[in-house]
C-alpha cells in the first residue's frame, strides 16, 4: 500500500513562512499530478495548489502570490512553501497523488497541522 507522508507543518506567527513537503513511500508510476488540499474546522477540504508532471503550477485565488508549489518526478515529492501566513491559513494540509483518475481516486497523506497564530 503506498502512503504519501507530509512533513513541515506547525505553529507561526501571522507573516511567518512554512515549507510543507510530501513523499510517496515507494515509486509510484503514472503520477500526473500532485497537490496540497487543506480543511479548515467546519469547512470543506479545498484545492490549495497542485501542480502537473510536467511542472505547471495552479493555484487558489486567496494563495497566489504567497504561496509556491514544486515538485520532483524522480523522487514523487512535492512541496509547498508557504510565505506570508495569515490566521485564515490554518488548517489541516493534505497531500495528494492524482494518477489521472481525478484528485478524489488518488492517494493521501494523513495530513499535517499548519497554525498561524500570536
Known amino acids: 500500500q503506498v502512503q504519501l ?36 474546522p467546519g469547512q470543506r477540504r479545498e484545492l490549495v495548489a497542485s501542480i502537473t508532471s510536467g511542472g505547471r503550477p495552479d493555484y487558489v485565488d486567496s494563495v497566489k502570490g504567497r504561496f509556491t508549489i514544486s515538485n520532483d518526478n524522480n523522487t514523487n515529492a512535492v512541496h509547498l512553501q508557504m510565505n506570508n501566513l495569515n490566521p485564515e491559513d490554518t488548517a489541516v494540509y493534505y497531500c495528494n497523488a492524482d494518477l489521472g483518475f481525478g484528485a478524489l481516486n488518488g492517494y493521501w497523506g494523513k495530513g499535517v497541522q499548519v497554525t498561524v497564530s500570536t
Open 5 to 40: 507522508v507530509e512533513s513541515g507543518g506547525g505553529l507561526v506567527q501571522p507573516g511567518g513562512s512554512l515549507r510543507l513537503s510530501c513523499r510517496t513511500s515507494r515509486r509510484i508510476a503514472g503520477i500526473t499530478a500532485m497537490g496540497w488540499y487543506r480543511q479548515a
